[in-house]
């Protein structure tokens, strides 16, 4: 007969024994004779004598005994003769324990309260687990928990083996668990219920590439029979409830746990995306938001062409466009960045104004969403390069058409923004865009000589193709965006003197699609979306220096869907 003791009181005017810890790591123990290991210990007779948070540790390690009644090999976070055993922890990862007694926390003539065991991947053959145990008649126990913890990345079963007898315990949380349906977490020959006779079961997540389906099943303890007391128990034991818990990194499952027989089993209500996913999400409307404002920047080109009378000459013009906006998409994206445009264009005697053009963008983007009760800030980049035509016909009657048409390649990253085996990821994609505009108006003359009033209306389209990419080892599709976009407006021409004109209008713009559908593993994110009304209000000035140099200016504001400001400058060069 042998006794470890970490912290032993003996006969010390009711002190306590707390804070004590055994570690036994990478170690095997074996006996035939009768052996205990206790972190805790009071041997005092005063009711005052607690026993409190103290702790024992197995790690990779084997202990075991030859003899199979289980009273020979026992392990005590904290046992007190005739105080309390409070708040004691065991811990029992990735080991193997075979014939063994495990209390938590062991009182003779005292209470057994707020114990906990803690079993992560081990291995428990013909063993006893006890959150709390009294041996005396009327002694409380309760408040005892068992935590059956996964581990990432998983694919084995968590724990091996079956138990002999699990008792004491008000609660069993079954953390990061490999999904297998019609598959058993832990097996039991005897359940036995505490002072309170009820049992909480909580899941709190699946592991990585667990996928499970509504309606599996999958049994969280199997035991062969309820004991309360010295006497069989029959009836409803345990407090069912409905848990909501993470799958993997980017899935969120709801599950009923019931009480079936003797059984404690999960049942898959709803399977969907977590808000982790949103991110993922979120991150494509805001790229996509940041190439749709290259269009822009080709129709403030065509108006300060159209604003250049140089007529039967060719132009070689460059614009620069800065921009800080935030979008509404479900949650928020913010969006900052330049834009560049240069080309060509050249007016005939008809009015008719053509040209080629290159685009280039380079932005950063953020993304705000919550997630278990954290905030989710995505940081990305998104740059763009392309190039396009454009066309635009004014008439002697002020009435004129336009149009363009645009291309190019879109790179989105996005870094560290979601958590996948405990690391931070994120993704790096090249997509494949198109677009096009047209546009109608009229220029009405008003007040002094060169002032007027253009109204107009331009209906703005751009696809984003699709992509397939995985973050973490999971797969993610993002389908094609078309984004559609109504603008209606006016702006107002005011000539100061033979060099300078200033202008200022309004416009609202309406956007009929826009909405980013993507999925993970299969299973529809939550879909932000650019669909909504802006109202958009601007001021800018021309400036034509001499007879080869023409200036730009513009300055925009957007409220509503979009909100932030934009601002631009353009050169024309005539030769």
């Not at 996509?288 to 062409?305: R, V």
């Not at 009657?397 to 994120?426: M, P």
Request: hydrophobic share 35%.
């Amino acid at each position: 007969y042998a006794e470890l003791v970490a912290g032993n009181v003996v006969n010390n005017g009711g002190q306590k024994a707390y804070n004590n810890k055994i570690i036994v790591y990478e170690a095997e123990l074996s006996t035939s004779d009768k052996l205990n290991l206790i972190a805790g210990f009071s041997n005092e007779n005063s009711e005052n004598a607690l026993v409190e948070n103290n702790i024992i540790l197995l790690h990779k390690a084997k202990l075991y005994t030859s003899n199979n009644d289980n009273q020979y090999f026992s392990i005590y976070g904290g046992e007190s003769k005739a105080g309390d055993s409070v708040g004691n922890k065991v811990f029992i990862n990735f080991s193997t324990i075979e014939n063994i007694k495990v209390y938590g926390g062991y009182s003779i003539n005292g209470n057994a309260i707020n114990n906990k065991i803690y079993i992560c991947q081990a291995t428990i053959n013909n063993s006893e687990l006890y959150g709390g145990y009294s041996e005396k008649k009327d002694g409380i126990v309760q408040g005892n928990t068992l935590n059956i913890l996964g581990y990432f990345n998983s694919q084995e079963r968590l724990i091996s083996g079956s138990a002999k007898t699990i008792g004491g315990f008000a609660t069993i949380n079954y953390d990061n668990l490999k999904w297998n349906p019609k598959g058993t977490v832990l097996e039991t020959n005897k359940l036995v219920l505490d002072s309170n006779r009820k049992i909480t079961a909580n899941v709190n997540g699946l592991s990585d590439g667990s996928t499970p389906k509504k309606g599996e099943v999958m049994t969280l303890l199997d035991t062969g029979k309820v004991i309360f007391g010295d006497k069989n128990f029959e009836g409803q034991y345990l407090d069912e409830s409905t848990s909501t818990f993470n799958s993997g990194d980017f899935l969120e499952a709801e599950g009923k746990i019931y009480q079936d027989a003797e059984d404690i089993k999960l049942k898959i209500t709803r399977v969907g995306t977590n808000d982790q996913a949103l991110v993922i999400g979120e991150s494509r409307a805001a790229a996509t938001a940041f190439a749709n404002q290259g269009s822009e920047l080709i129709e403030i080109g065509l108006d300060t062409l159209a604003r250049d009378k140089s007529d039967k000459e060719t132009k070689v013009f460059a614009s620069v466009f800065g921009n800080t906006s935030e979008y509404a998409t479900g949650s928020h994206v913010k969006v900052n960045g330049w834009s560049g445009i240069v080309g060509v264009a050249k007016t005939n005697d008809d009015g008719l104004t053509t040209g080629a053009f290159f685009e280039n963008g380079e932005g950063n983007y953020r993304t705000f969403n919550n997630f278990e009760g954290f905030l989710m800030r995505g940081d990305g980049e998104a740059n763009y390069n392309g190039g396009g035509f454009f066309a635009r016909k004014d008439n002697v009657n002020g009435v004129y058409t336009e149009a363009s048409l645009r291309a190019g390649n879109l790179q989105n990253e996005l870094r560290k923004a979601v958590i996948t085996d405990s690391k931070l990821e994120g993704y790096d994609i090249d997509t494949f865009y198109y677009g096009a505009h047209v546009g109608v108006g009229r220029i009405i003359p008003r007040g002094n000589e060169g002032d007027s009033i253009d109204i107009y209306g331009k209906f703005i389209y751009t696809h984003h193709d699709s992509e397939d990419f995985a973050v973490g080892g999971d797969n993610f599709h993002f389908d094609s965006i078309d984004s559609e976009r109504l603008r209606l407006g006016f702006r107002i021409n005011e000539v100061q003197n033979e060099k300078l004109s200033m202008y200022y209008g309004a416009a609202w713009e309406y956007e009929f699609n826009g909405d980013a559908n993507n999925t993970v593993i299969g299973y529809d994110i939550s879909t932000p979306s650019l669909g909504g009304s802006t109202v958009i209000g601007e001021i800018g000035a021309n400036y034509k220096a001499n007879e080869k140099w023409t200036f730009d200016a513009n300055l925009r504001g957007y409220a509503g869907q979009r909100e932030g400001f934009t601002g631009s400058v353009q050169a024309n060069y005539l030769f």
